[in-house]
């Protein structure tokens, strides 16, 4: 099975300027969910799609983050504009079921974000 | 809020010893708790999951266990290789009243060195 695709691997940006990243889950998995990781931090949960619908975006930062899963698939995470503070890996995970689950998240290897 | 917090932070050990990596969680409702490895530049790769009802999970080298009550787990490596160098990740998949959301709260991860 092919595992969750994640672009681009890295991204160097200016501060102020605006960027997005693309995540294609594994295919049938309802759940996807975008992670932020600071460098030494463990990923912080920004937002959780269920198909295409938002579950959670509790800890989005909604002036400047947006996010969206069009037909329940493939998702697009924006910053616009960014801030020095938004230098961290973007981690997008999905996992077959919906709502409460025990099936465990699969992770892609994530986009490297450097603002200058 | 659930804090969740790894301890130790780094550890270095030579090879073929046993280990053991420690999670505790401030808040006992979770719904499971999952453990991931990550190596450098990737994403996370799940290795248990532990639901809130069962007590512990085995794959292979590993074991882990969980006490829900005093919200701790530990992570045994049996026979540790340099092949399991890596940052190891705590999680706790968090019950909120009424539903919703599931995703995931991190540590921020135990630094393994296995020394040849």
Redesign the interface.
Known sequence: EAG?AQSPRYKIIEKRQSVAFWCNPISGHATL?WYQQIL??????LI?FQNNGV??D?QLPKDRFSAERLKGVDSTLKIQPAKLEDSAVY?C?SSPTT????S???????T?LTVT | KQEVTQIPAALSVPEGENLVLNCSFTDSAIYNLQWFRQDPGKGLTSLLLIQSSQREQTSGRLNASLDKSSGRSTLYIAASQPGDSATYLCAVNVMYSGGGADGLTFGKGTHLIIQP
């Open positions: 969750v969910y030494g931090q463990g990923p912080k949960l959780q579950v959670d509790s981690l995970a709502g409460l689950n025990n465990p998240l699969h992770f892609g290897n994530g490297r």
